[in-house]
């Protein structure tokens, strides 16, 4: 490719509102082009490296026994109403009408798709198992669309789903695709992780989530310094906590605490270490049938709650969807008073409130509760002496806490998830009636796993892993070109002759060349090599008259000097 025919859009400055270095250079460099909020168009160079990433997964997943479809985008919302989603997937599903007023959604992934498909043609265990992939857009809703390419509303997914006889051969496939994700990454040149994860608005039984660790991450996981225990926060797991040793000694008895709405307040008026003292954290629960309903969760007055951890303790008990804050004006509505809210009498002030306990506090005794009523507090509570409290983990396992496996110590990272595989067990298959004859002829629902990678975010994941100050580095696998000839002045006739018969040499050595034949200024073609990271360099300047080429390696700009055909051998080999 000549650069003078290249439509590489550069811009002088990065858009205004791009915070990561990545959604910057993407834009400056002309990879991509913002449309509208959270909805991208791939350029010419974002189109190239794109597709580097396809090919690689492509190849990985049918080596790993899958085969490549391409599902439908638009799909009749009926299909989500048999399935239950309809209502529950929240507002990041994009429901609309024909022209007949059918609704339609645009696909935010496609379980419904897939196992309509298989219950359309499997019928015996003979055709089993399968494993049906597609790399396409998806869209989401998103409430925030950020950071460019990292949360967008419409993005590229790799999408798999598996259908299996019973649980031991989807346990074969999700560690199939396990063995799968870890490829398709390592061949793309990201340290990613796998990691225990929430299953979120997809379901089923375990999910494991592929993550970078990155600072500009919008994820926390947490890993064990010890060994290798790691999960999303969302579902970290800790040891029960360690007593401190100054334990409040008081017996049972209320005690005014006058303005102390906060447990910094409470703990410096009354000297105790908040680890003693209960926190009240009070949720509205949306519900799937439109209804809400109140939850109060308790922690320790140094815990905070863990919101996913607290969705799921309610989805056990009712089908809640969210949870909502809420202000205080509404707890007094319900007679709570906010920072004095408490276990005693809250059975009477609210029956229908779901209440639940950390599991830390199970057996703790010697606590501070508010006594739901202003500016009081009961001192020496006792937990035990309660009958029938519900106890569950809810509070976040946090940075400096024991691992619940070793001892060790937990660290919080930040981190971008770009791949989650799941199994669904018969979720899907039960709720759409997709059944098989097994071997006795019974007719049984499918075991079904689903595994997705985000594709387009993984351009953005590259760049935060490898990017410097100057712009884009790309790992080897998808840079855009492998080098670029940056012919230093083009005016003269020599450099013209050199630079063309190394492109063509190269070309006809099918490696990826950018010929730079603009009549640009040095500095500027460095400059746009930096921007948009071709993998080398190979400069034909006024040594190249004398047979010495430099070429620089986008990655750490190292430089080193060739012969001709020393450059042409390294460029085919590497
Ligand atoms: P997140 O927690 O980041 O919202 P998710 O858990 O909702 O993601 P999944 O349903 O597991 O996402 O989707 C599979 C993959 O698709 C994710 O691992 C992620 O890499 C990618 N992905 C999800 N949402 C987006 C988005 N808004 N923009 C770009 N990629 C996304
Ligand atoms: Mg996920």
Not at 36 to 58: H, N
Not at 303 to 308: H, N, P
Request: proline share 4%; charged share 25%.
């Amino acid at each position: 490719m000549r650069y003078s025919h290249l439509f590489a859009p550069t811009l002088k400055e990065p858009p205004k509102d791009a915070v990561l270095k990545s959604h910057k250079y993407l834009v400056q460099a002309g990879f991509i082009q913002q449309i509208g909020s959270g909805v991208y168009s791939f350029l010419p160079l974002g189109q190239r490296v794109l597709k580097k990433i396809i090919d690689t997964i492509d190849a990985v997943m049918q080596a790993h026994g899958a085969q490549s479809c391409l599902f439908n985008f638009v799909t009749p919302a009926a299909l989500w109403q048999e399935s239950g989603r309809l209502e529950k997937y929240g507002k990041e599903l994009l429901v609309f009408k024909d022209r007949k007023e059918n609704d339609f959604v645009l696909g935010p992934t496609h379980e419904e798709v897939a196992t309509q498909i298989a219950k359309a043609h499997i019928k015996s265990y003979k055709q089993l198992p399968l494993n049906l992939y597609q790399i396409h857009t998806k869209f989401r809703d998103e409430i925030r669309p950020r950071f460019g390419l990292m949360r967008a509303r419409e993005f590229i997914m790799k999408d798999a789903y598996s259908f299996h006889t019973d649980l031991t051969d989807l346990d074969r496939e999700f560690a199939n695709m396990q063995e799968a994700y870890n490829e398709i990454f390592d061949q793309l040149g990201l340290k990613v992780r796998p990691v225990e994860a929430d299953s979120g608005a997809i379901g089923g039984s375990k999910s494991k989530e592929f993550v970078l660790l990155s600072p500009s991450g919008e994820d926390t996981l947490v890993a064990c310094s010890n060994c290798a225990y790691v999960a999303n926060v969302e579902v970290a797991k800790r040891a029960k906590r360690e007593e401190p040793l100054n334990v409040p000694q008081a017996a049972f008895a209320k005690f005014p605490t006058p303005n102390t709405p906060t447990i910094e307040a409470v703990s410096a008026y009354l000297k105790v270490d908040p680890f003693f003292i209960l926190k009240a954290v009070v949720k509205k629960v949306l519900l799937e049938n439109n209804e809400s309903q109140t939850a109060i969760f308790f922690v320790r007055g140094d815990d905070s709650l863990e919101e996913t951890k607290a969705l799921n303790a309610c989805k056990a008990l009712v089908p809640a969807l969210s949870l909502e804050d809420m202000e205080s004006a509404a707890l007094k509505k319900c007679g709570l008073f906010a920072g004095y809210i408490g276990p005693y009498g809250l059975k009477h002030l609210l029956p229908n409130a779901l209440v639940f306990f950390d599991t830390d506090l199970q057996e703790a005794d010697s606590l501070i509760c508010g006594a739901n009523e202003e500016g009081a507090h009961f001192v020496g509570v006792d937990l035990s002496s309660f009958e029938g409290l519900n106890y569950q983990d809810i509070a976040t396992a946090q940075d400096g806490q024991i691992c619940a496996l070793c001892g060790g110590v937990l660290e919080h990272h930040k981190s971008i998830e770009v791949g989650h595989i799941f199994k669904l067990g018969s979720k899907y298959s039960q709720s759409l009636g997709a059944q098989f004859l097994d071997q006795e002829g019974r007719a049984c629902c499918f075991e079904m796993g689903c595994y997705g990678i985000g594709v387009s975010r993984l351009l953005a994941a590259i760049l935060e892993q490898n990017s410097d100050e100057k712009g884009c580095v790309w790992s080897e696998a998808v840079a855009p070109f492998k080098v670029v000839i940056i012919n230093a002045n083009t005016k003269d006739p020599k450099l013209n002759a050199l630079s063309e018969t190394l492109y063509s040499a190269l070309l006809d050595a099918k490696v990826e060349t950018l010929l730079d034949d603009r009549p640009e200024r040095f500095g500027a073609k460095m400059a746009d090599f930096e921007l948009i990271g071709c993998s080398y360099a190979l400069i034909v300047g006024n040594k190249a008259k004398e047979g010495v080429f430099e070429l620089i390696k986008r990655h750490g700009l190292e430089k080193k000097e060739f012969s001709r055909q020393e450059v042409l051998d390294f460029l085919q080999g590497a």
